[in-house]
C-alpha cells in the first residue's frame, strides 16, 4: 500500500507562484510514474503533468505549459508541482497521483494510488 500526503498548497495573487510536494510511503516510490492532477470546483478532474519513473521523461497539459514544472527526488520520497504565473483559472484541488508500472500516462484511470489533495486558489 502506497500512501501519498500533498502539501504546499494556499492562496495566491495572479502572477504569484507555489511548490507542491507529494511525500509517498514505500521503498517503490522510485519505480512509480507520479502525476498530478487537478480538479475546479463543478468540473471533471484534469491532467496537469506527469513524469516517469526515471526522471527521464515530462509531459504537461497544454493549459500549463511554459508555466509549471514537475519534478522528483527519488531520494526523498517526493514529487513536486512548481506553478509559476499563476491565473485564477488555476484555482482548484491538486492531486497526486502514483502509477506503479512506472510508464506515465495522462489518464486518471490508470494511476493506482491518489493523495487527498491540497487547495490551490489563484486571487485576481
Known amino acids: 500500500q502506497v500512501q501519498l500526503v500533498e502539501s504546499g498548497g494556499g492562496l495566491v495573487q495572479a502572477g504569484g507562484s507555489l511548490r507542491l510536494s507529494c511525500a509517498a510511503s514505500?521503498?517503490?516510490?522510485?519505480?512509480?510514474?507520479m502525476a498530478w492532477f487537478r480538479q475546479a470546483p463543478g468540473k471533471e478532474r484534469e491532467f496537469v503533468a506527469r513524469?516517469?519513473?526515471?526522471?527521464?521523461?515530462?509531459y504537461y497539459a497544454d493549459s500549463v505549459k511554459g508555466r509549471f514544472t514537475i519534478s522528483r527526488d527519488n531520494a526523498k520520497n517526493t514529487q513536486y508541482l512548481q506553478m509559476n504565473n499563476l491565473k485564477p483559472e488555476d484555482t482548484a484541488v491538486y492531486y497526486c497521483?502514483?502509477?506503479?508500472?512506472?510508464?506515465?500516462?495522462?489518464?486518471?484511470?490508470?494511476?493506482?494510488?491518489w493523495g487527498p489533495g491540497t487547495q490551490v486558489t489563484v486571487s485576481s
Open positions: 513524469i516517469s519513473w526515471n526522471v527521464g521523461s515530462t
Open positions: 514505500g521503498r517503490a516510490f522510485r519505480s512509480y510514474a
Open positions: 497521483a502514483a502509477r506503479t508500472s512506472g510508464i506515465a500516462t495522462m489518464q486518471r484511470s490508470e494511476y493506482d494510488y
